[in-house]
């Protein structure tokens, strides 16, 4: 079976400083991976995502997502925190090959200090 | 694009009632889903339909619970009856996997529900 894990149920960085959200992932063959955020209020919105090839994603609002194989991790990460991107964030695991569900994690929650 | 419709945004009822969740999803995505939103279990699948067909509806809690899908641009939650641990916020989210592959999901605004 398919899964995520978030180890961090919180990850508090103050504006201006590097970010990293944790994932790691199990699923048997080539995974899919994707990163949603959630603001308040909100329903979840995508970020970015690893269907094949290059390993380090971009995707929205300065965003980015390394994919590493041999840690089976999908790390979010971004280089310099604004206070706007505090919300909550979910890793999301597909197996890619025909039609499966999307298994969530069970969110982080950033908080950008000014 | 309009993205996945949800109504209403908020609803609130007595236990006990009859309540009736809505969304239309993104015109061409042949794949629904409905997950439910707290704060003490996150968020969980409930049911999914690809084709308007129910795949998988293991996450529905209990027999109070019930979801349709009669044609491609509508599907609906109902709980009857509802009680105050159903209140959370309800997602749909809708998906394209022609071609075989899964792009990943694009959800609506959510319905927050509270029984009272």
């Known amino acids: 079976a398919q899964s995520v894990a978030q180890p961090e149920d919180q990850v508090n960085v103050a504006e201006g400083n590097p970010l990293t959200v944790k994932c790691t992932y199990s699923v048997s063959g080539n995974p899919y991976l994707f990163w949603y955020v959630q603001y308040p209020n909100r329903g979840l919105q995508f970020l970015l995502k690893y269907i094949t090839g290059d390993n380090l994603v971009k995707g929205s609002y300065g965003f980015e997502a390394e994919f590493n194989k041999s840690q089976t991790s999908f790390h979010l990460k971004k280089p310099s925190a604004l206070v706007s991107d505090s919300a909550l964030y979910f890793c999301?695991?597909?197996?890619?090959?025909?039609?499966?569900?999307?298994?969530f994690g069970t969110g982080t929650r950033l908080l950008v200090s000014p | 694009d309009a993205g996945v419709i949800q109504s209403p945004r908020h609803e609130v009822t007595e236990m006990g009632q009859e309540v009736t969740l809505r969304c239309k999803p993104i015109s061409g995505h042949n794949s629904l889903f409905w997950y439910r939103q707290t704060m003490m279990r996150g968020l969980e699948l409930l049911i999914y339909?690809?084709?308007?067909?129910?795949?998988?509806d293991s996450g529905m809690p209990e027999d109070r619970f019930s979801a349709k899908m009669p044609n491609a641009s509508f599907s609906t939650l109902k709980i009857q009856p509802s009680e105050p641990r159903d209140s959370a916020v309800y997602f749909c989210?809708?998906?394209?996997?022609?071609?075989?592959?899964?792009?990943?999901?694009?959800f609506g605004s959510g319905t927050r529900l509270t029984v009272v």
């Open positions: 989210a809708s998906s394209s996997d022609r071609g075989r592959v899964n792009y990943g999901y694009t």
């Open positions: 339909f690809n084709n308007n067909v129910p795949i998988d």
């Open positions: 999301a695991v597909n197996k890619g090959t025909g039609f499966q569900k999307l298994v």
